[in-house]
């Protein structure tokens, strides 16, 4: 019951924050009085890494790995992902102003992907930090992941290269670079330690 209510409460929390941080990123919302400051930037550079599916992807392997088993890490996954759909489109209607009608099918359409993959994604979750290869690969899923969306779709590829599209760009690859040499060095830890006999 724990593991449900928390992949519902970060679920919706992180969608509603990338809903509130993209309508304070744009001048043509919430943003309007921050318009040519640095809280537009900094506001800016949140919405390009928290509105990426790696990061959304990122979150169902977060509670996974919270949950434990891969059967709950399964479950967590989906919750979380449907929550923070649900919260996304949700918080974009009242910031908006639009009928929350406008966003059934699109919210379908999430929801159906958020079963399919934020099982698999919760199942990795759970496998983050076991010994052998599985840990490994599980390790690597989210940093791997990043380095290849920064490689085919990069934050802000869709407009113009702006300064925080390229801010953005560098925090995820140091990210991805860490969490990938983060993994391996617990991997080769585990393994002499294992050898070893400690």
Do not use: C
Request: hydrophobic letters at 55%; proline letters at 4%; glycine letters at 12%.
């Amino acid at each position: 019951m724990k593991i449900i209510g928390g992949s519902l409460v970060v679920g919706a929390g992180f969608g509603a924050t990338t809903s509130l941080i993209n309508a304070v990123s744009s001048p043509y919302s919430l943003g309007a009085p921050l318009t040519d400051t640095v809280w537009m930037s900094a506001a800016k550079v949140l919405s390009l890494l928290m509105d990426a599916g790696w990061a959304w992807a990122a979150l169902a392997v977060v509670v996974g790995r919270s949950a434990g088993t891969r059967a709950r890490g399964a479950v967590a996954g989906v919750l979380a992902l449907v929550a923070a759909t649900a919260a996304y489109y949700t918080t974009d209607s009242f910031v908006l102003d639009e009928p929350f009608a406008w966003y059934g099918g699109e919210m379908l359409m999430w929801w159906v992907a958020s079963v399919l993959f934020g099982s698999a994604l919760g199942v990795v979750g759970a496998a983050v930090g076991r010994p052998g290869v599985l840990g490994l690969l599980a390790g690597l899923t989210v940093p791997v992941g990043a380095a290849v969306q920064m490689i085919i779709l990069p934050p802000g590829s869709r407009i113009t290269s702006i300064p925080e599209s390229d801010l953005a760009v560098a925090i995820v690859w140091t990210a991805a670079v860490a969490g990938a040499i983060w993994a391996v060095h617990r991997f080769w830890t585990a393994k002499s330690e294992t050898v070893t006999g400690r």
